[in-house]
Every structure is written in C-alpha cells, then in structure tokens.
C-alpha cells in the first residue's frame, strides 16, 4: 500500500493557480492556460482531492509556456503562498502553530521540516524530499513532478517556493527568503530550496500579535 499514493498531489496545485490566475489575470487567460494544460474540466468543477501529479505538472507547463517567465513565476509563486495559508487554516493543527511561533527559529525549523516530510507524498507525489535542518535550511525535491521534462534557464519551481515561504514565514521567522538554488528544469541534480532569516532573535517575538501577547500575561 506504501505506493498506493505515489505519484498523486493535493489539489491545492490545481485550485490556487486557478484562483491566482482568475484574480491576477482574468477568467480568459485562466481558461486559456487550463486549456493548454488540456484541464479545462478542473476550472470548471475544481477537484476535492488528490490528483495525479502529472495534471500538477501538465499545468505548470502550461503557464511557463503560455505566459512570459516573470508572469509564470509570479502566478506560480502567489499559488504557493495560497497553498500555505490553506494549510495554515485547514491542516496545521493550531497547538503546533502556537508552539511553532513561540520556538527558537531553528527549533521551529527543526520540527517544522520534521513534519512537512512526513506530508512530503501530498506534494512531492513520486519525487523525493529530504531536507537538512542546518542554517540556512536546505530542502530538495529530487525527480520534482512540477518541473519534469521541462527545460529552462532559470529555476521554475516557485509553486513550492511560495509554500515554503508562507509556512516558515509564519512559524519559523517573519523575514524568511525562499530561493530555488538549483533546478531539475535548469539542469540541477534535484530541486532545491534554500530557506534562511535574519539570526536576530527579536525577528520572532514580533510575529506574535499584541492580542496573544497581552493574555499571555493576565
Ligand atoms: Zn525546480
């Protein structure tokens, strides 16, 4: 059963590129590059679960090829950190996040990347994730299902990027950056992230807000 999941992604993927694309782009550029993708249908009835990683990957191509690179990368990324306050809401049970937040930042990377490679079949589908807890943290999707097949110049994995933002810039340091360092599509052994912030601790305290900080001390 262990491989009953392989190759299948949340559909997150699918639905915030939808979404980004309606909102930065209009409803006719996002028909056209689902179109591309021949996923027409998932525009019209998004999907409510997992889908195959070669849709994920179908769409991905479809908007580097159907939009200028920046246009590409930005849709791409803005879908990203919509997947992470997704999974913010509805995933990431609250405890965690209240613990998270008031961790060390490498603490809280520590256990946050402990368990985003736990979900790592719900987004690296048939790719392989590890990750190094180290500072700056790296974390490489090797066999990546959003950049297969494709080549590039420049990385184009912003999808994942922009969900690794989001979650460490909530949990781990405000001031977090994401940069794809290296790229399958652009010749890379793997996908790979490099993820830091500023080693100051005040970074952390500020993310609490007033609210939480005035009942912790009643
Ligand atoms: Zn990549």
New binding site residues.
């Given amino acids: 059963m262990a491989h009953a999941n392989a190759g299948l992604i949340g559909p997150n993927a699918i639905i915030r590129v939808a979404e980004t694309l309606r909102e930065r782009l209009g409803d006719d550029a996002a028909h056209d590059i689902f179109a591309r993708a021949k996923l027409e249908a998932r525009l019209s009835v998004p999907p409510e679960s997992m889908v195959p990683e070669t849709e994920v990957g179908a769409l991905q191509t479809a908007l580097f090829e159907g939009l200028a690179g920046e246009d590409a990368k930005r849709i791409s990324f803005e879908a990203g950190l919509r997947t992470g306050d997704y999974l913010l809401a509805r995933r990431i049970p609250k405890f965690a996040q209240f613990v998270l937040k008031r961790l060390p930042p490498r603490m809280a990377a520590r256990t946050l990347l402990s368990a985003i490679g736990k979900h790592a079949w719900t987004f690296a589908g048939s790719g392989t994730f590890e990750a190094k807890a180290d500072y700056p943290v790296l974390v490489s999707i090797a066999n990546?299902p959003?950049?297969r097949g494709r080549h590039a110049d420049e990385?184009?994995?912003d999808f994942y990027a922009g969900t690794f933002q989001r979650l460490f810039e909530t949990l781990v340091s405000r001031n977090t950056t994401v940069r794809?360092i290296e790229?399958?599509?652009a010749g890379g052994s793997a996908?790979i992230f490099e993820i830091e912030w500023p080693k100051n601790a005040a970074q952390k305290a500020e993310h609490a807000p007033a609210a939480h900080r005035q009942r912790e001390l009643t």
Avoid: F, M, R
């Fill in positions: 990546c959003l950049c990385p184009q994995c794809e790229c399958e599509a996908c």
